[in-house]
């Protein structure tokens, strides 16, 4: 493959910023995770359980140069994320630093520390979207899961804001097992706020979320309940309100095509740097990721190195996937949960019907979420084991 190279890599100069990204395939968009901190608990969090200290965090002018960097190598969107991207004290600069540079750029945060102020800022520095996370409709229940007091209150707050300084709004709630019974009222609450889109996304199982699989597992009535729901709103609300649906895929066939391919349409940053080839890539904990602090450069990283070539393409695949008909449809499904659930990142993903592991682990699903506990394990930086019903902050 050809070797991408700036003056870091001592060849060449990168030449013809969106030509670049063509040739190479570099994505459109980019995810910056800011920051691991972040005022909620959430026990579904995606992010490893070895959160990145504070002190390890890019510095400011460090996350500029990415910037830069970024829309030089032909990027056009970046999504500040976290953890929590507000609670950066130079988020403000960073948006302003992304819109000096032709990036486009959205929030995506859990908005309990946001004020009027500070959003009017972010839209002035050029923010383009915000997406807001919500974990319930009930405040109640919203607080417990998300272990933070009084947190859906300032959500709905700040959502108004969000309207009101002209920003689109999408709502992002994931489900499960604790909230799923209030999948119509939390649509309902996404047209009241004038939201443009909801992301329905249920819980994907790495990271923490894999720690608290057995109180987040739905069971597939539930599932279908779920989907009856989406398609009768989806159908009711056209034009009002666009609707995204992402299912578990425990209760799949076959697995789904999973960042659209290792390497192949996306690239997040971590707040210490690292690129991955998928937000959760740190919970496969036998690959080595480059950093933005290398010598090289975030384009030779994506191009060449080891932990992006791996699994690219489908020449690592091992039967069934290699023989399989579906392999340029799925890429053999996700390489988190392959290595979560089998040890190996490079087995076939498990949700796969074909997986000699498929059965098994769809029983595990079947059984944890008949057991039905409610126990689970607040994300934080001590790990602590909370019950959700003791630690609730109230509403
Ligand atoms: Fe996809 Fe592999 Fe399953 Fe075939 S065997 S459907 S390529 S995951
Ligand atoms: Fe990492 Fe699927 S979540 S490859």
């Keep these: 493959s050809p070797v991408l190279s700036d003056p870091r890599d001592g060849v060449a100069i990168l030449e013809g910023n969106r030509s670049v990204a063509e040739q190479y395939g570099i994505p459109l968009a980019v995810l910056l995770e800011m920051t691991h901190r972040c005022p909620l608990q959430c026990g579904y969090c995606s992010n490893p359980v070895e959160m990145e200290r504070a002190g390890n965090e890019l510095s400011t002018e460090e996350w500029k140069k990415v910037l830069t960097e970024l829309a030089e190598i032909g990027v056009l969107q970046v999504h500040f994320s976290g953890g929590e991207p507000t609670v950066r004290k130079d988020l403000v600069e960073l948006v302003q630093h992304a819109s000096d540079v032709g990036l486009y750029s959205n929030l995506i945060t859990s908005a309990v520390l946001l004020s009027k102020e500070k959003l009017e800022a972010l839209a002035d520095a ?90 987040l597992m739905p069971s597939i009535e539930q599932i279908d309940e ?45 707040p210490a740097g690292k690129i991955l080839p998928c937000h959760a890539a740190e919970t496969i904990t036998d690959l080595n990721f480059e950093s933005v602090r290398s010598n090289h450069s975030i384009a030779w990283i994506w191009q060449n190195s080891d932990a992006f070539n791996k699994y690219r393409g489908t020449g690592w695949m091992p039967e069934p996937c290699q023989s399989c008909a579906f392999k340029e449809q799925d890429y053999g499904g996700c390489r988190c949960q392959a290595f979560a659930l089998t040890g190996s990142a490079g087995n076939t993903d498990p949700a796969c019907s074909l997986s000699p592991l498929h059965d098994k682990i769809f029983k595990i699903a079947e059984t944890e979420a008949a057991e039905g506990t409610n126990r689970y394990i607040y994300r934080n930086f001590s790990g602590g084991t909370l019950e959700p019903e003791e630690n609730a902050h109230g509403a």
């Design 126 to 215: 050029g923010l383009s979207h915000i997406q807001i996370s919500f974990q319930a409709a009930d405040p109640v229940l919203a607080n417990r899961i998300g272990g933070f007091r009084n947190g859906h209150a300032k959500k709905l707050e700040a959502a108004g804001w969000a309207r009101e300084v002209g920003l689109p709004l999408t709502v992002n709630a994931v489900m499960h097992r604790q909230n799923m019974s209030q999948l119509p009222e939390i649509i309902d609450m996404a047209v009241a706020m004038d939201a443009d889109r909801i992301e329905v996304a249920n819980v994907q199982y790495y990271g923490w979320a894999l720690k608290n699989r057995a109180s």
């Design 226 to 270: 779920m989907t009856r729901v989406v398609e009768e709103a989806q159908a009711r609300l056209k034009g009002i309100l666009a609707i995204d649906f992402v299912i578990p895929d425990y209760y799949a066939t076959r697995p789904k095509k999973c960042m659209g391919g290792w390497g192949r349409q996306f690239f997040n940053i971590t």
